[in-house]
């Protein structure tokens, strides 16, 4: 290369990187981008393809509103014409040629492409029946070998070619390398040429993250739910420096240097601050979506601001038997009474935390607060008994119920986000009871989110879950699900209410207390002291024409009749019971006093499940069965690895880390049907089930813990064999 040429080729490089800077800046503004835009970030990306690949040749095509194919952009190698300003020239009139042609669709390579949403690899294309050679004759550019990949966005919105291996005059070919290459750039570049194209379609900050992380040449780093951050690290940056600059360190490497994620890898006034501030060198820099980054610093600062003892100290010395003294503002900060904080920080770290219940127990001396945690109860605070009664007083006032009454029982519901600005939506069931030495509260935190998640997130075996899935699209009957008091029996039932769901079906609900509101659902709430009750709902339901009905809970014997006649009057009906089995389901209807005829017409499945602990995956530890373990195993998963929880930082050093369902489903067949009609015993009942392909919920559990997901310890806590 020439002195003159390798000058120009820095300016080049030089020029490129000022206007990559611009182009990034646009970017992270997130204002809308030109088709000067789309052309600058489109040359930079295919010069770099072209060089990576060895090609001679790259072209970008697109569906037009025409329904034809467009050539919209193409970019000829400079080795095609080096030094040699004419040749050069003459290639940018092949270019502006290009651009005028159309293809029809389903046309040569490309339309095949375009309409398989395939990648396409010909290394002779002349002799390719599917190559269209009316292009060449145009260009007078001869196409020998070719490799398309098409653009998919939400659909596909067109294809990328690159022609030619260089040198043209070896025999080389386009490699599988090339290929995943191309695919890479066509599935980050597909929904920006797509925004310029639409400019309604919007991006979004993991989108963008993901393609200027290509564009950069950086590593994208998707930042986890369960993202654990180093506690050491994120205190020695520090609250304000991270919140500052919104750069998440990730990890040490060495003594001063760190790994740091970060939203825009070339802003280099911010990365440059930050290195000043921490004192700290950046040896790796990262690409997140900045939303994450943001979650996860304030999340830790949430909940390291708690400071919840402090809190219990001051209202220990603050309050004293004196409900009056209770503060009715509805929002908290940091200058709230001590009372209204405590309440507050309470809710926040419990749900932080991951729990599903908040236990406020009164004792003699103490005041315990308790959180359930993946199905197990945990200490999380002690309180002098002195600051029951204010604090009890604020949770009532939050639950909007009587703050004078404390020999009753009381039930209301908490709207968290009206009490808090700390943006966490969630609501809490609130049950209230006098106890010896006061009352306790109990708050069942309704997370909103769960209610999303669908069946195959159950925990279904996918025996239990075709079974399942075919059986809640009947037409009628009845749909049971039982097992103890938090054992997932609501939830589940909410996943196969959203399975259904659809806007030809009328679905109508009668729960106590209504746990989570459900779009296109009609949901009522009990209310037992005005007469409102599940017999009554039932009756209102039958007479507004539904198709599907779900009853809260069946616990008496009115309840259980009108269910029963709605099943078998063309309605199909979900419900719950509290039996420790399927089986013995069956004989509870009975024992009620609902006529065996009636049971065996009207059944249609019952669901028992429970709720088993899933081992960490950070740090479960494999082991050596014992002989116990081996004969449980012997007609599940025998010469399986089993694992025992260990604990780590990720799983507060529990070993275990969420929680997933196990299952036995009972479906009724003319001998468990004759059964019922002579009142079998449920264990009669239950060997029919057998051999009617019920599978048992033990060893539903044991086939759990042969894959790894939890322990045998687990299963033999909650499941009897």
């Not at 010069?47 to 000829?76: M, P, R, W």
């Not at 200027?212 to 690290?233: C, G, N, P, W």
């Not at 240097?257 to 060198?281: M, Q």
Request: net charge negative.
């Amino acid at each position: 290369m020439s002195k003159a040429a390798a000058e120009r080729k820095l300016k080049s490089t030089a020029d490129e990187k000022q206007v990559l800077n611009n182009l990034l800046k646009i970017l992270v503004s997130k204002r809308e981008l030109t088709k000067k835009d789309l052309e600058t970030v489109l040359k930079i990306t295919f010069q770099k393809l072209v060089e990576l690949v060895q090609a001679q040749a790259i072209t970008i095509y697109s569906v037009g509103k025409d329904n034809h194919i467009h050539f919209t952009h193409a970019y000829f190698s400079e080795e095609l014409y080096k030094d040699d300003d004419k040749l050069k020239e003459a290639y940018q009139k092949k270019v502006e040629q290009l651009r005028k042609l159309t293809l029809k669709r389903g046309q040569g390579i490309v339309g095949k492409v375009i309409e398989s949403s395939e990648t396409y690899i010909s290394l002779d294309a002349q002799n390719d029946p599917n190559f269209f050679s009316g292009v060449d004759g145009e260009t007078g550019f001869q196409t020998k070998s070719m490799i398309t990949v098409p653009l998919v966005t939400d659909e596909v919105i067109g294809a990328i070619q690159i022609i030619n291996k260089n040198p043209p005059d070896s025999p080389g070919l386009f490699t599988e390398r090339d290929r995943q290459l191309l695919e890479e750039v066509s599935d980050y570049s597909a929904m920006i040429i797509q925004k310029v194209q639409r400019p309604d379609v919007k991006m979004g900050d993991a989108e963008l993250a993901y393609y200027l992380s290509r564009l950069t040449d950086h590593d994208y780093y998707e930042i986890a739910e369960d993202f654990v951050a180093d506690e050491k690290l994120i205190n020695l940056v520090g609250e304000k420096n991270l919140k500052k600059f919104l750069i998440l360190p990730i990890k040490k490497i060495g003594t001063q240097s760190v790994e740091i994620a970060i939203s825009n890898p070339v802003d280099f006034d911010r990365i440059d601050s930050f290195r000043w501030a921490t004192k700290l060198e950046v040896a790796k820099i990262v690409v997140s979506a900045e939303s994450r980054i943001k979650k996860v610093i304030e999340s830790f600062f949430k909940a390291d601001s708690t400071d919840i003892d402090e809190v219990a100290a001051l209202v220990g010395s603050e309050y004293g038997e004196e409900v009056e003294s209770v503060d009715l503002e509805e929002d908290v900060d940091e200058a709230s009474t001590p009372i209204v904080q405590l309440a507050n920080r309470i809710i926040e770290d419990a749900y932080t935390r991951g729990a599903s219940d908040i236990h406020v127990e009164p004792f003699e001396k103490e005041v315990l607060v308790r959180y359930r945690v993946d199905g197990v109860c945990r200490v999380a605070l002690k309180l002098p008994p002195n600051s029951l009664k204010a604090l009890i007083s604020r949770l009532k006032i939050m639950s909007g119920l009587n703050i004078a009454e404390r020999r009753l029982p009381q039930d209301g519901r908490i709207k968290f986000k009206d009490f808090t600005r700390t943006g966490i939506d969630i609501d809490l069931r609130v049950a209230m009871g006098p106890m010896v030495f006061g009352e306790k509260v109990v708050m069942r935190i309704l997370d909103k989110t769960s209610t999303s998640v669908g069946l195959d997130k159950m925990g279904f075996s996918e025996h239990n879950l075709a079974i399942y899935e075919k059986l809640i699209k009947s037409p009628y009957g009845m749909v049971l699900h039982v097992g103890p008091t938090g054992s997932g029996k609501t939830t589940t039932l909410y996943a196969a209410l959203n399975h259904i769901n659809d806007p030809a079906i009328n679905i109508q609900t009668a729960e106590d207390p209504v746990e989570y509101m459900l779009f296109g659902i009609n949901q009522m709430q009990m209310r037992k002291e005005i007469g409102l009750t599940f017999s009554n709902a039932l009756r209102c339901y039958l007479r507004q024409d539904p198709d599907v009905i779900l009853v809260g809970e069946i616990r008496d014997l009115e309840t259980a009749e009108i269910a029963i006649e709605a099943s078998l009057t063309g309605h199909l009906l979900f419900s719950t019971l509290h039996t420790n089995d399927a089986a013995g389901t069956v004989t509870r209807f009975l024992d009620m006093g609902i006529q065996p005829f009636l049971v065996s017409s009207s059944l249609l499945l019952v669901c028992a499940q429970r709720l088993l602990r899933r081992l960490c995956p950070k740090c479960r530890v494999p082991y050596d069965d014992s002989e116990e373990d081996t004969r449980l195993l012997e007609d599940s998963a025998e010469g399986a690895t089993l694992f025992k929880a260990k604990g780590c930082e990720a799983c507060n050093g529990s070993g275990y880390k969420g929680r997933i369902g196990s299952h036995e489903i009972l479906t009724m067949n003319d001998a468990i049907k004759e059964a019922v009609l002579r009142s079998a015993s449920s264990e009669e009942i239950r060997d029919m089930a057998l051999k009617n392909e019920m599978v048992p919920i033990f060893k539903d559990s044991l086939e759990k813990a042969a894959k790894g997901i939890t322990s045998m310890e687990e299963v033999l806590r909650l499941v009897r064999a």
